[in-house]
């Protein structure tokens, strides 16, 4: 699975390479030297991307979320299925063509019914479906199902950008896409970085409520398993819970007209008082979320929302 290169696969890299030498002690300094310093340039860059598209990758991203590792999973259990069933498939088109060809059977037999072989063709695809909706019911559900939620998360596109918006905590942000020179500037992915990056806590539910003020967009973030489709009019609802600190990028997904590919969204998970911190500095307030929290208890943990 392609990954972002991390510092670890950078300086390993190099110090394999650095190995391989042999008694060449000076190139091997030299080598080691520049994968401590190439590690420490990364480790030393503000954010690296833990949930972002790789040059070249064929696979999902990296999980962050419960959800997210569900469809991952759903996703390889299918896959083998599909490569069982196309495999099977070809075998038996490789077996008509060799075996029943004209000259190797130039007298066909006539026959139009089999009664076992039908059977067989139409039980075993419905026995592949019922597997395949037994594993993939839970997953919707859970998809599906917002839980008790800490914080609720107002997301509205507009062409062409997103406003974030904690409404409990009075915070409320416009990310428009960072501009090339920008982006260069402080070596972040131009076309995936924004102006303002949201914030969100890890560990914690957030309820995402999403709506637009325009057109349709769509709010997604492949790392976390999430997109829900933004129209006006209308709010949707998703929600997410992500488990590691990080920069997780995600882009509009709902072709909404000329900018459609510049409205990227930038989200960084931090601890929550590295996200206290934040709120405060956006002239928010944790504490005017407090009351509601303290009253929650009451209710039972798992008490689904809708
Ligand atoms: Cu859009």
């Known amino acids: 699975m392609p990954r972002p290169a991390s510092i ?6 190099r110090h394999t390479a650095a ?4 008694g060449e002690g000076v190139k091997r300094t030299a080598l080691f030297t520049t994968a401590v310093l190439v ?3 990364c480790a030393g860059a503000a954010w690296a991307a833990s949930g972002a598209p790789t040059p070249g ?3 999902l991203q990296a999980p962050a979320t419960a959800v997210m590792r569900g469809i991952v999973d759903f996703h390889n259990f299918l896959l083998s299925i599909i490569v069982v069933v196309s495999a099977f498939v070809l075998a038996l088109l490789l077996w008509v063509i ?4 004209r000259r190797a059977n130039p007298t066909p037999r006539k026959f139009t019914h089999n009664i076992l072989v039908e059977v067989i063709w139409t039980i075993v695809p419905v026995l592949i479906l019922v597997v395949i909706a037994a594993r993939s019911f839970p997953l919707l559900y859970q998809e ?3 839980p008790e939620s800490e914080f609720t998360l107002k997301v509205t596109g507009n062409s062409w950008f997103w406003n974030f918006e904690y409404p409990d905590l009075g915070v409320s942000v416009a990310a428009n896409l960072l501009p090339e020179e920008d982006a260069r500037a402080e070596q972040r992915p131009y076309l995936l970085a924004t102006t303002e990056p949201l914030l969100v806590p890890i560990n914690t539910n957030v309820r995402v409520l999403v709506t637009s003020n325009d057109v349709i967009h769509a709010f997604a973030v492949p790392a976390f398993g999430v997109k829900e489709d933004a129209i006006q ?3 949707n609802e998703t929600w997410f819970n992500v488990d590691r600190e990080g920069v997780f990028y995600g882009q509009c997904s709902e072709l909404c007209g000329v900018n459609h590919a510049y409205m990227p969204i930038e989200i960084r998970a931090v601890n929550r008082e590295e996200f206290n911190q ?3 500095a956006q002239g928010g307030s944790i504490a005017s979320a407090a009351p509601p929290a303290v009253e929650e208890p009451a209710a039972p943990a798992a008490t689904p929302m809708r």
Do not use: K
């Not at 190995?19 to 042999?22: A, K, L, P, T």
């Open 19 to 22: 190995e391989s030498q042999g």
């Open 233 to 235: 009019g209308r709010v």
């Open 8 to 13: 670890g696969g950078v300086t390993g890299a």
């Open 144 to 146: 599906e199902r917002i």
């Open 39 to 41: 590690g420490s340039a």
């Open 57 to 59: 990758g064929i696979d």
């Open 98 to 101: 060799v075996r029943y060809n």
């Open 278 to 280: 934040w709120v405060a």
